[in-house]
């Protein structure tokens, strides 16, 4: 699950609750420090109940353009960093709604061209 947080800031949401039956986990961090941290807070809660973070699937996406670019470790792999990705069927980015906007925008241009006159 992802939230929107204020400028300058890292969002970390873990919802276990649909599969698991455990409460959301969330925290918002400043900084790449706060953030490394909050991984790890929710890696060492995952591992107490037989859940293992994926470090392949899991990405760090922020929306602070001066990142100190710290690498962030999970089970002693580095997560990569992007700058957008998508999220049930919605593009997640760096810049902001514009990338999901103008996608939208072309496949509704897409499915109206393939539309035939009655």
Partial sequence: MLRRTPSEQFALVADLSPIYGLPTTSGLAGNDS????????????????????????????????????????????????????????????DEGPKPEILSRIAQTTAALTKLKPI
């Fill in 34 to 93: 706060e953030l490394a941290s909050l991984v790890e807070q929710l890696d060492k809660a995952s591992s107490n109940f037989g859940l293992e973070i994926s470090a392949e699937k899991t990405k760090i996406m922020t929306n602070i353009k001066e990142s100190s670019k710290k690498e962030i470790k999970v089970n002693g792999q580095i997560l990569e960093r992007v700058t957008k990705f998508k999220y049930l069927g919605s593009i997640m980015s």
